[in-house]
Structures are given as structure tokens and as C-alpha cells.
């Protein structure tokens, strides 16, 4: 089936550092989405992109969907302790399904 | 407005056993989904629905039953609980449109199975 490489698998990182991940996959998506994951919380929808090529901001976050369609990537700006968590990609494909990547885990050291 | 509540939190099962996971959600959504989080893992669907009546088949079906008898409500199933089904379980609702789209999770349940 579909598969979503998401890299890194995870970072450490220091506060105030700029981060940035990225999502690839073989097959072409008809939307991106990124995802975050508090620790013991379900995920919530940080940005979504519907057009190849598009750049999207959400605060620090900024995430764009690759001209190829197969690429994505996010990158969070400044970081702060809170930014700590589980970021994932979600492509959704022709037939309306949504695959997740395996995640980012993010860890910031004090 | 709660939005989507799971329960209960945590669960320790022994092998064999068979519970409910419950799921409601008070956004008045119709697509309901039931995914299961492996540790390291990306989220994988099992059951899903586009209303009151109507479930189908996800990714990982096997050993899982839905029903969805309300709106509101999702309950997903567990017959004969293995080992393979601990995992942490999230109900998810959207509201219509396309299929998948922004997600709205619960807070998940933790099953472990021994």
C-alpha cells in the first residue's frame, strides 16, 4: 500500500532553534496535512495544503506541499518548550483516503 | 462543548476477554473513525462511518466490531482481546465534505492486553 517516509524519526533540539521535517512518498497526494500530538492527547490539525506548490504559516509554523505532490515539509521557527510532542504528515490520496507518516518526535533540551 | 470523548482511559485486559471502547462527540459530525496508534507508528484506520447506520471496513478490521446507531455515538468492539490489540485507540470525527479531512481526535484509550 501507500507509504509515508517521514524524517527525522526524531530531534533534540535547544530552545530557540529553528526545526524542520519533511514527508516523501512514492505516490502522488491530493492534500497534505500536518498534525501534532501532545503527550497522552489525540492529534490536532496544525496546517493543511490543498495545491501543489502552496506555502501555508500557522504562528511559527510554516508547511509546504511539494511541486512533485509527493513531498511535504514543515518547519517550526524559534521553538519553545510547548512545540515538544509528535508531529505527523497525512497525505490524502484520489480515492479520499488519508495514510500518516510515522511521525516526528520532538524533544527540546533545556 | 466537549467535542470528541473517549473512555475509558486505560484499560488492562487479559487475553480473551472482550470489551467496548465508547466514543461520542457533540459536534454534530457525521464521519465518525476508530485508528489504532502502535508505539513508533504512524495512525492506522480500522472502522469507519458516514452516518447513523453505515460502517465500513478500514485498514486493520480484524478482531474489531462497530456499530453506529446514533450520531453521536461509536462504539468499537472487541470480541476475543489478543496481545496484538494493545494499542492506543482514537475516535476521530469530521465534519463532511471531503472523506478524511481535518481530522477532530479524542483523547484516546489505552489498552493493554496480557
Known amino acids: 500500500g501507500q507509504q509515508l517516509n517521514q524524517s527525522p524519526q526524531s530531534m533534540f533540539i535547544q530552545e530557540g532553534e529553528d526545526v524542520s521535517m519533511n514527508c516523501t512518498s512514492s505516490?502522488?497526494?491530493?492534500?497534505w496535512l500536518w498534525y501534532k500530538q501532545d503527550p497522552g492527547e489525540g492529534p490536532v490539525l496544525l496546517i493543511a495544503?490543498?495545491?501543489?506548490?502552496e506555502l501555508t504559516s500557522n504562528g511559527r509554523l510554516t508547511a509546504q506541499f511539494g511541486i512533485t505532490r509527493k513531498d511535504s515539509f514543515l518547519n517550526i521557527s524559534a521553538s519553545i518548550p510547548s512545540d515538544v510532542g509528535i508531529y505527523f504528515c497525512?497525505?490524502?490520496?484520489?480515492?479520499?483516503?488519508?495514510?500518516f507518516g510515522k511521525g516526528t518526535r520532538l524533544h527540546i533540551l533545556p | 462543548n466537549a467535542g470528541v470523548t473517549q473512555t475509558p482511559k486505560f484499560r488492562i485486559l487479559k487475553i480473551g476477554q472482550s470489551m467496548t471502547l465508547q466514543c461520542t462527540q457533540d459536534m454534530n459530525h457525521n464521519y465518525m473513525y476508530w485508528y489504532r496508534q502502535d508505539p513508533g507508528m504512524g495512525l492506522k484506520l480500522i472502522y469507519y462511518?458516514?452516518?447513523?447506520?453505515?460502517?465500513d471496513k478500514g485498514e486493520v478490521p480484524n478482531g474489531y466490531n462497530v456499530s453506529r446507531s446514533t450520531t453521536e455515538d461509536f462504539p468499537l468492539r472487541l470480541e476475543l482481546a489478543a496481545p496484538s490489540q494493545t494499542s492506543v485507540y482514537f475516535c476521530?470525527?469530521?465534519?463532511?465534505?471531503?472523506?478524511?479531512?481535518?481530522?477532530?481526535f479524542g483523547s484516546g484509550t489505552q489498552l493493554s492486553v496480557l
Open positions: 476521530a470525527t469530521t465534519s463532511g465534505g471531503s472523506l478524511n479531512e481535518k481530522l477532530f
Open positions: 505516490s502522488i497526494f491530493n492534500t
Open positions: 495544503l490543498y495545491k501543489a506548490g
Open positions: 462511518s458516514v452516518g447513523a447506520g453505515i460502517t
Open positions: 497525512a497525505g490524502v490520496n484520489r480515492d479520499d483516503k488519508i495514510i
